[in-house]
């Protein structure tokens, strides 16, 4: 994990600015993820967490006015959201919506197809896809009978993060952005988010976790933990960053660490 | 003269397939003697289909401007049925008729509605409902041209009734109206239309219910909804209450909203193209529409066969309630094409 310049990295963000309704949320972030590595991002509300995560994947309301992006060899911001999800980046989002009136195990298997499609890979039919879903589903938590519901809708809060799980867990991204996955989950679910992050971690997955709760990130045993402040990587550490800044807060805690060091 | 069907045994309720008689030849072919309709009797299952004599074929009706032919279905007692009410393929449905129900006390219809066709028809359903009586109906309607007027009368105490209608309109001019009156105590009546609108459609769309000074305890509540998806189409929605007992419950809204942005990038994000995102947002609201209306079971039976009619290529059998959600959005690929197809978007 570096903050800079990184030629192995398979996701590689420089001076990355971006507004939203006109208004500078990032300021020129840096960072880079080689494949396997996990780096949490922790920040103040409203430090722009949220607005990397979905600015990476591009929302159309977050524009960006400046830096660069790569996923492996591709531009990321010159292609639209659909084709940033089939370069392999994969979003888990803060506040998953609802698609009323549709299951959930075809929104999924429709999703898994035009990814393998995209891949050069066969399409799965349903039963086949069905089996899977049901096994990844029982791993991380979620109950079978969801899949059979519309997607996130009527779901409680930890829910619909392992329902995201689930996504993640199906669609396997090269570099993942899990933004507050672990809000609303119990602690079988912060469990599972850990189980996941080390089986895609194993698997090549780069991945980046928003998170402000010290339990999950010491169990995520991370590469790096990053402070972002104003728009800006403002520290980069390791889990005794995290350790300070859960103890004394954001204002307080880097200085913490520096007194520490 | 075409056939009526009634597919037995169904998984609990008798299901009858009503079709118009497809039109003569040409004006000099020998006129049917009488009924469009087939008549069905089950004695034991309670229901009785009855056709009215109307002289002449469907053309001469038309053309003298007489009234439309008319069938007639009573539910008896306590009965169960599900009607399903489509054009046949190669029919281009362009015959007027109305429908007169009459249900018993206790007796409840599901009556699931396709009208892919373009022709232009005046469709009427007039419902009378007895104590306790159900009457349920989903509409999908190709809303091109033509109208579709639904009269629900709720005379019993304890009656339910809903309509629910999803009506895809992509160029010309429709007419949609459910009306409902409650008569009785405690009933309840629920009218939910959604219009998918694009092009240059223009459609009216109107929900009406008036409770009767009689009708202490009734409940109403009308949800009418449009989404322009493409285009400059002009929709109307009016909802209209009319309450004269002081004792009532009644709720209503009217929304011209646009297509839900969060999920269709939502979907982008997992992969599906900005037009497969698009279509199955849609196809989920019409699924989310009719499904409040009627069993899942008996909609995935119907949707199945809305590729023959559209000219779709059929979809392939299963047992899985996304039949339901493919066979939606076929419909919608067919009959909203802007919305479906994007320069330079590719599904694959």
């Known amino acids: 994990m570096t903050t800079t310049q990184d030629h192995t990295a398979v996701l590689q963000v420089q001076d990355l600015a971006v507004e939203v309704a006109g208004r500078p949320v990032l300021r020129g972030v840096t960072l880079a993820l080689r494949p396997g590595q996990v780096a949490v991002l922790m920040g103040a509300n409203g430090s722009g967490k949220s607005t990397l995560g979905l600015a990476l994947a591009g929302h159309p309301h977050y524009q960006v006015t400046g830096g660069q992006a790569r996923l492996g060899d591709a531009d990321l911001l010159a292609l639209d959201a659909t084709a940033r999800s089939r370069a392999g980046l994969f979003l888990s989002f803060q506040s998953p919506p609802d698609i009323p009136g549709v299951r959930n195990n075809l929104f999924l298997r429709t999703a898994l197809n035009a990814l393998r499609q995209h891949r050069g890979q066969a399409q799965i039919d349903a039963y086949d896809f069905l089996s899977a879903a049901r096994a990844e589903a029982a791993r991380v938590g979620l109950p079978e009978a969801l899949l059979g519901r519309a997607v996130n809708e009527g779901y409680s809060g930890g829910e619909r993060k392992r329902n995201e799980l689930l996504q993640l867990a199906l669609l396997q991204p090269k570099v993942a952005v899990l933004d507050e996955i672990d809000s609303g989950l119990d602690v079988d679910g912060v469990r599972a988010v850990a189980a996941m992050v080390q089986a895609q971690r194993e698997r090549g997955t780069a991945m980046l976790v928003v998170s402000h709760y010290l339990h999950l990130i010491e169990s995520l045993e991370p590469d790096a933990v990053l402070r972002l402040d104003a728009g800006r990587i403002a520290e980069t550490g390791d889990v005794a960053l995290a350790r300070a800044l859960a103890r004394e807060g954001y204002r307080n805690g880097s200085a913490a660490v520096a007194q520490a060091a | ?348």
């Open chain 2, 1 to 348: 003269m075409d056939t009526a069907v009634l597919d037995t045994p169904l998984h609990r309720a008798h299901q009858l397939r009503l079709r118009a008689a497809p039109a003569p030849a040409s004006a000099s072919a020998p006129a049917e003697p009488c009924p469009t309709w087939v008549y069905l009797e089950d004695a034991a299952a309670g229901f009785r289909l009855e056709p009215l004599t109307w002289a002449g074929a469907v053309p001469a009706l038309t053309q003298h401007g007489g009234e439309p032919p008319t069938l007639r279905l009573q539910l008896g007692a306590g009965a169960h049925a599900v009607l399903v009410d489509t054009v046949p393929p190669g029919d281009d449905g362009a015959a007027d008729w109305q429908l007169e129900l009459q249900l018993g006390a206790g007796a409840w219809l599901q009556h699931l509605r396709l009208r892919p066709e373009r022709s232009g028809a005046v469709r009427q359903v007039r419902a009378h409902l007895g104590a306790d009586a159900r009457y349920d109906q989903a509409l999908l309607c190709a809303a091109t041209a033509g109208s579709d007027f639904t009269d629900v009368r709720l005379e019993g105490d304890r009656a339910r009734a809903h309509v629910g209608s999803v009506l895809l309109a992509a160029a010309g001019r429709f007419e949609h109206a459910v009306h409902t009156e409650q008569r009785g105590r405690d009933s309840q009546a629920g009218i939910e239309t959604l219009v998918l609108a694009a092009g240059s459609a223009r459609v009216d769309a109107d929900a009406r219910s008036v409770h009767a000074p009689q009708a202490r305890g009734a409940r109403v509540r009308q949800r009418l909804a449009c989404i322009p998806v493409a285009g400059q189409p002009r929709v109307r929605l009016r909802p209209h209450l009319e309450i004269l007992h002081d004792d009532v419950q009644a709720a209503h809204g009217a929304t011209w909203g646009a297509l839900p942005h969060d999920a269709v990038f939502f979907a982008c994000q997992r992969g599906l193209s900005a037009a497969q995102a698009r279509r199955l947002v849609l196809a989920g609201m019409a699924q989310a529409v009719l499904e409040r209306t009627v069993d899942a079971v008996d909609l995935r039976r119907v949707l199945r066969g809305w590729g023959d009619t559209t000219g779709e290529a059929p979809q392939p059998p299963g047992e899985t309630s996304d039949d339901v959600t493919d066979a939606l959005q076929a419909a919608l690929t067919h009959w909203l094409q802007p919305l479906t197809v994007d320069a330079g978007d590719h599904d694959g």
